[in-house]
Nanobody, 124 residues
Framework: QVQLVESGGGLVQAGGSLRLSCAAS????????MGWFRQAAGKEREFVAA????????SYADSVKGRFTISRDNAKNTVYLQMNSLKHEDTAVYYC?????????????????WGQGTQVTVSS
C-alpha cells in the first residue's frame, strides 16, 4: 500500500525558508503526479504545487509562484517543497498527496493518497 510521510515542518520567521520532504513507498511512482496541499485553520485545503514524477513537469498556485519550488529525487523516492520568502499567510498544515491516474494537477479530488501532514508556522 502507498505510504506518504512528510517531514520538515516547523516554526520560522517571516522571510525565512523551510524545506519539506515527502517520502513515498509502496508503489512504483513513475506514472504518478505528486502534490503539496495546505490547510490553514478554519479554511479549506488548497493546492500549493505538483510535479509529475516522470518528466518533472510542475505546476504552482499563484500565491507561491517564485517563492516555492517542488522537486523530486527518484533514487530516494522523495518529493521536496523548498519554501523561501515565507509569509505569515503561509502558515498551515502541509500535506503531501499522490495522484495515480494523472489529470489536472490542482484538482484535489484526483489525489487518492495522502500523508498525515506537517505543521508550518510563520511568525510575523
Amino acid at each position: 500500500q502507498v505510504q506518504l510521510v512528510e517531514s520538515g515542518g516547523g516554526l520560522v520567521q517571516a522571510g525565512g525558508s523551510l524545506r519539506l520532504s515527502c517520502a513515498a513507498s509502496g508503489r512504483t511512482f513513475s506514472r504518478y503526479v505528486m502534490g503539496w496541499f495546505r490547510q490553514a485553520a478554519g479554511k479549506e485545503r488548497e493546492f500549493v504545487a505538483a510535479i509529475r514524477w516522470s518528466g518533472g513537469s510542475t505546476s504552482y498556485a499563484d500565491s507561491v509562484k517564485g517563492r516555492f519550488t517542488i522537486s523530486r529525487d527518484n533514487a530516494k523516492n522523495t518529493v521536496y517543497l523548498q519554501m523561501n520568502s515565507l509569509k505569515h499567510e503561509d502558515t498551515a498544515v502541509y500535506y503531501c498527496a499522490a495522484q495515480s491516474s494523472p489529470g489536472e494537477y490542482g484538482s484535489i479530488q484526483l489525489y487518492n493518497y495522502w500523508g498525515q501532514g506537517t505543521q508550518v508556522t510563520v511568525s510575523s
